[in-house]
């Protein structure tokens, strides 16, 4: 016999309709008392597999519960030389805060500058992409948006290919 297995607290004796409508109440909670403004110095960087000069959530449903908004994953990524290549699905969006790049997807080149917007294509199979810092003085920063649910209904997943470049620029952040 299948289970129900809980993400949210119930009581004992809860029904499955009682539970969705903890989960609802819940939700409701942190629509009306989460964080309105993220600030961005308050968000800490962090390193990871996929960026030289790593990443920091504002948004994330897995890290974060405590935003009213939870369906959305948006963070910023810092890049020195070049990213990880990888793949996924597609249908992310990605906003140039800084700096002057490329970003090859399929192995096609598309040139960027700030205030340009990225737009990863869904594709079957998923879409293999990397993105290149072309300003040796100074890392290029861009911030990435991903629906969750629009993630999860295409069975997203996530395959890294290459690693990211140096975790500097000549020898010393700028």
């Not at 994953?73 to 249908?91: C, D, L, W």
């Not at 399929?106 to 205030?115: F, L, N, T």
Request: charge should be negative; charged fraction near 20%; proline fraction near 9%.
């Amino acid at each position: 016999m299948r289970e129900p297995v809980y993400t949210v607290e119930v009581q004992p004796g809860d029904t499955p309709d009682e539970a969705s409508v903890r989960f609802w109440e819940q939700q409701r909670k942190r629509s009306l008392n989460g964080p309105v403004v993220i600030k961005g110095d308050e968000t800490p960087w962090f390193k990871g597999k996929m960026t030289s000069g790593g990443s920091r959530p504002y948004l994330n449903p897995y890290a974060f519960p405590d935003t009213p908004v939870q369906t959305w994953y948006v963070f910023e990524q810092k890049q020195y030389t070049h990213s990880g290549k990888h793949i996924h699905q597609g249908g992310v969006v990605l906003f140039v805060l800084e700096g002057r790049g490329y970003t090859v997807i399929a192995g096609e080149r598309y040139d960027w500058e700030a205030g340009d917007l990225i737009i990863l294509p869904i594709q079957p199979g998923g879409v293999e992409h990397q993105q290149f810092n072309l300003d040796p003085d100074r890392p290029c920063r861009l911030v990435a948006f991903l629906y969750q649910p629009f993630f999860m209904e295409l069975g997203n997943y996530y395959t890294q290919t290459g690693q990211p470049g140096a975790t500097k620029l000549g020898g010393s952040e700028k």
